[in-house]
């Protein structure tokens, strides 16, 4: 089983900084990959996906992914206190499941 | 509007009950999922569907059933083999091969077993 590693936090970033998210996954095989972001009590939305190395960008969202070094990015600028929230790492395996990492918890501070 | 149903959103079971947990989609999507997710913890699959009448286990099947007779319903059984059931059920869907990163999430349950 693929695994997807994040570190649980709390990320306590200023308002108005840049909250960066990391994600390490075990398959170098993989080749996508995905953000989903989960408010206390709620269920998860998915809010970036990439496929290909290099940035992707939608608004204040940035996802990086870096295949030779296994690991994927999801930077916020621009943080605000709406952004507080866990932010979930997954991968796709092989049987069209998706594999998701324990989450990173992130605190926006206004 | 389309979207997943999930009922009840709270749940509470005595020990040695079963219960079952109902998951509606109204997007025609032919894949649906069941996770689990512990405090602290990331989402761990339980079973997911890819078509009608057909169903696979996931990383922690033991102690749950699912049927998938519609394509639109996907309900899940806690048995009571289950033997730490209290935790927050997400239902979801997508559209298949290909879009397996795109899932669509209900609202949740929340089982407590008193």
């Known amino acids: 089983q693929k695994e997807v590693e994040q570190n649980s936090g709390p990320l306590s970033v200023p308002e108005g900084a840049i909250a960066s998210l990391n994600c390490t996954y075990s398959d170098r095989g993989s080749q996508s990959f995905f953000w989903y972001r989960q408010y206390s009590g709620k269920s998860p939305e998915l809010i970036m996906f990439?496929?290909?190395?290099g940035d992707k960008e939608d608004g204040r969202f940035t996802a990086q992914l870096n295949k030779a070094s296994q690991y994927v990015s999801l930077l916020i600028r621009d943080s605000q206190p709406s952004d507080s929230a866990t932010y979930l790492c997954?991968?796709?395996?092989?049987?069209?499941?998706?594999?998701f990492g324990a989450g990173t918890i992130l605190r926006v501070k206004s | 509007d389309g979207g997943i149903t999930q009922s009840p959103k709270y749940l509470f079971r005595k020990e040695g009950q079963n219960v079952t947990l109902s998951c509606e989609q109204n997007?025609?999507?032919?894949?649906m999922y069941w996770y689990r997710q512990d405090p602290g913890q990331g989402l761990r699959l339980i079973y997911y569907s890819q078509i009608v009448n057909d169903f696979q286990k996931g990383d922690i099947a033991e102690g749950y059933s699912v049927s998938r007779e519609k394509k639109e319903s996907f309900p899940l059984t806690v048995t009571s083999a289950q033997k730490n059931p209290t935790a927050f059920y997400l239902c979801?869907?997508?559209?298949?091969?290909?879009?397996?990163?795109?899932?669509?999430f209900g609202e949740g349950s929340r089982l407590t077993v008193l």
């Open positions: 997954a991968v796709p395996e092989y049987g069209n499941k998706l594999v």
């Open positions: 979801a869907s997508s559209t298949g091969t290909g879009r397996v990163g795109e899932l669509f």
């Open positions: 997007l025609n999507h032919d894949a």
């Open positions: 990439i496929y290909s190395n």
